[in-house]
């Protein structure tokens, strides 16, 4: 079964928020005062830090199975004289199934058993012994010609009926144990170190859209395989204990693996963040009317649908400007995007990350605030 990844948050810029925004200017050659020979300064859009619920998960797909399942078969050959099985029946362990004919088999037991009985009152040890083996061997006869339910379930199927002749191994019935159920899937190995067993895991089934069903990382094996493409991936088993009623055993579902931290976070659209001789930076508005946009660190990681996380130097509900995208002639020029903010600004360097390629990569977060 093919999984589709979702992965997230590796660090591409830092600044310790503790740096004052005077000594960023200083390093960033920032005089304080209006652009003449730029554009005029920027009166942009504004975007708001939003606080939203997050989630480290893995997605995957599969179909789910009961946790047990088995094709009931004679080992011998034999006509069927009593039949128990019904599709849709509750067994218990131990039950009856069906039953072959068996006189032969049972005639030659007890044959035997009186032989024993014969032997024990006048015969000697060595020949009870003997006779002991031969009731043993008599009774397994009999017994391949009962066909018992191995564990508790339901009998899901049955293809014989009263009176067929039965060829050796031909199943007759088949049972099941939904009292959990099992999907097999696909990780990648480079997810593989994020799993522990007990994980919760979020099955939504596409025969049932609305229905959510909390179920658990089981059991991860010890090896994994090589696929056709050559890719390492393990096969591991998540599990739903005591299901609804209403999922089947080969339902279709997709499902997120928890393996990460959850809570809330603050995301802010890529646009407002600029990335500077190797900081992150965004622009405050300015307080008054006439003001100067003041530049601000920020610690950042990359998120998702052009949005990025904010690690530290912002709160919710704060605005930042838009960092405008340069012209290819302004690129060409190595224009500075500050200097849009009416700051003079000495060299180039300067990359807008809202405004071209960014780094990819990393585990991917979902946030039910945000959307997937």
């Known amino acids: 079964m093919k999984m589709n990844r979702k992965r997230k948050t590796i660090l591409f810029g830092s600044l310790a928020a503790i740096l004052l925004v005077g000594v960023i200017a200083i390093v960033l050659g920032i005089t304080g005062s209006r652009s003449k020979n730029g554009r005029e300064m920027t009166t942009g859009k504004t975007y708001k830090v939003e606080q939203v619920a997050f989630s480290q998960t893995i997605e995957v797909s599969g179909n789910i199975e009961p946790i047990e399942t088995e094709d009931l078969k004679f080992p011998v050959s034999g006509q069927i004289v009593e039949l128990t099985a019904e599709e849709g029946l509750r067994v218990s362990k131990g039950d009856l199934i069906a039953r072959l004919d068996d006189i032969s088999e049972v005639y030659a037991l007890r ?14 040890r060595k020949n009870i ?92 094996p010890i090896e994994s395989r090589v696929t056709n493409q050559g890719i390492a991936v393990l096969d591991v088993e998540v599990r739903i204990d005591n299901p609804p009623a209403e999922i089947l055993p080969g339902f279709t579902f997709i499902a997120e693996i928890e393996v990460g931290d959850t809570g809330d976070i603050l995301i802010l659209d890529k646009r407002g963040i600029l990335e500077m001789n190797g900081r992150t930076l965004v622009m405050i508005p300015p307080t008054e009317e006439g003001g100067v946009p003041q ?17 530290s130097g912002l709160s919710a509900g704060d605005l930042v400007m838009e960092i405008p995208e340069l012209t290819g002639e302004e690129r060409a020029s190595g224009t ?5 903010f009416g700051f003079p600004v000495e060299g ?17 977060g979902g946030s039910s605030g945000g959307g997937k």
């Open 111 to 124: 044959k035997s058993e009186y032989a024993l009985e014969e032997e024990r009152i006048s015969g000697s």
């Open 295 to 311: 530049p601000k660190p920020v610690q950042v990681s990359e998120y998702e649908n052009g949005k990025y996380r904010i690690l």
């Open 129 to 220: 012994t003997l006779y002991e083996l031969e009731v043993e061997m008599r009774q397994g006869e009999v017994n391949k010609r009962k066909l018992t339910a191995s564990f508790a379930g339901t009998i899901s199927s049955v293809n014989a009926k009263t009176g067929d002749w039965i060829s050796q191994g031909s199943p007759i019935a088949r049972i099941i144990d939904t009292s959990s159920l099992v999907g097999s899937v696909e990780i990648d190995e480079m997810d593989v170190p994020y799993l522990a067993v007990g994980q919760e895991v979020r099955f939504i089934f596409d025969a049932f859209p609305e229905l959510e069903v909390i179920g658990r990382v089981s059991e991860l």
């Open 336 to 340: 500075n995007p500050l200097q849009m």
């Open 348 to 364: 180039p360097g300067s990359r807008m990350i809202g405004g071209g390629a960014h780094p990819g990569g990393g585990m991917r």
